[in-house]
């Protein structure tokens, strides 16, 4: 047998062990999404609109799926819905390096696609939704159209190493890596149970732009991130931080970009109350206020 039959051969192979539980989400069908379970189907978050949304399967089954969890900031939901007995995709249990042949399977309007590809790189990292740093990426070069994120990146054996989430452009893809980190995080949001992170509840302006408008106002250029917004309701707006202010640091640590604030906040214990030093400038003045976490962290703003 040739290389080019080989790999057709495998194409095959993978087409017919995915071929029920590669699924297609939303009515315009916008993304992609996969059986991992019975009655459980993943995919990525950005493709929500609601708590619920229409999967469709390979036999041309629509159903209204519910939400069972998900986790907007690493792009990552689980849905509940009537799987019918479709084959859930297994995990792959080896760990692709670059030159690792790989497939991706969609639905499309047209019917169930897979094509192939290459691992490219093993370290990628990109922004998710709400532009919090998604790291540890795969980055492929299997063919996807449009509407193909949220669906399934395989092995030779047709069993998952990533899930795709994001095309560069120029032919490369990324998809979250099937680790054992990504398997807990799919497990906990198929048992109803969303990360608990902590959300300061402001919107912000990167630091080259806030230097730029201290600049242009007659202040002194400081690295921070400047305060667009807070939200009503939000523990940045009960310790009176206001839009305007310059965030400096954060539990002592200097923030010079998003990522840095990020990375204070993650540190947080989970449960119970916590509070956290901010150092804000405020036009020329310096100050420092303290904001309270709940012991709930779902009920932040």
């Known amino acids: ?40 189907v993943v995919t990525n978050a950005h493709h929500l609109r609601d708590r619920t949304t ?7 089954r629509s159903v209204q799926a519910e939400v069972r969890a998900a986790d907007v900031e690493g792009d990552l939901a689980v849905l509940g819905v009537d799987t019918a007995g479709a084959t859930p995709i297994a995990w792959s249990d080896t760990t692709p390096s ?31 939704p709400r532009g919090r740093r998604i790291r540890g990426s795969l980055e492929h070069t299997a063919p996807l159209a449009r509407g193909s994120s949220g669906g399934p990146l395989l092995d030779a054996d047709g069993a998952l190493v990533g899930i795709n989430t994001h095309r560069l452009g120029d032919g490369f893809y990324l998809a979250l890596a099937a680790s054992d980190d990504l398997r807990r995080r799919v497990d906990e949001l198929a048992a109803g149970r969303p990360p608990r992170r902590r ?12 230097r730029r408008l201290r600049r242009a ?12 917004g807070v939200e009503d309701g939000s523990p940045a707006a009960a310790a009176g931080v206001q839009g ?58």
């Open 1 to 40: 047998m040739t290389v080019l039959e080989e790999l057709a051969a495998t194409v095959g192979t993978v087409d017919e062990r995915v071929a029920t539980a590669v699924v297609a989400i939303g009515r315009d069908r916008r993304g992609a999404g996969f059986v991992v379970g019975d009655g459980l």
């Open 54 to 60: 229409q999967v469709t399967f390979t036999d041309g």
């Open 98 to 128: 670059p030159g690792t042949v790989v497939f991706a399977a969609v639905l499309g309007p047209h019917g169930r696609r897979v094509t192939f590809g290459a691992v490219s790189g093993v370290r990628a990292e990109f922004r998710g």
């Open 199 to 210: 959300r300061l509840g402001v919107s912000v302006v990167p630091s080259a732009v806030a």
């Open 217 to 228: 106002v007659g202040l002194a250029e400081r690295d921070g991130l400047l305060v667009r």
């Open 244 to 301: 305007g202010d310059l965030i400096t640091s954060a539990g002592g640590v200097a923030v010079q970009d998003a990522d840095d604030l990020w990375s204070v906040l993650d540190g947080l214990a989970p449960d119970g109350t916590v509070t956290v030093e901010l150092g804000l400038v405020r036009g020329a003045e310096e100050l420092t206020v303290t904001v309270t976490f709940p012991a709930d962290p779902t009920a932040e703003g």
